[in-house]
């Protein structure tokens, strides 16, 4: 399995794992105020949810670009010589 699958694989399982909560909460049989209780925690954990992943990507993205640089100066370094 490539690295770069995994964000995919696991966006799809949400966005599953969302429809399905949603399907579940249009037919379960509960009083009004119990299923806008739910869905009101879901949307709040699902926006600390994407702002944990948000600055995981951001973390990750400044590391990468890092490295990057770090093996382009080498290989500079060592076309140079």
Excluded: N, W
Excluded at 14 to 28: V, W
Excluded at 31 to 45: M, N, Q, S, V
Aim: charged share 25%.
């Amino acid at each position: 399995m490539s690295g770069d699958a995994l964000p995919t694989r696991t966006t799809c399982f949400l966005a599953g794992a969302a429809l399905g909560a949603a399907m579940g909460l249009l037919l379960a049989p509960q009083p009004g105020y119990r299923t806008r209780r739910f869905i009101r925690r879901l949307a709040e954990d699902t926006a600390d949810f994407l702002a944990d992943a948000k600055t995981d990507a951001s973390r990750r993205y400044r590391v990468l670009s890092r490295d990057a640089a770090q093996v382009i100066h080498r290989v500079k370094q060592a076309s140079a010589a």
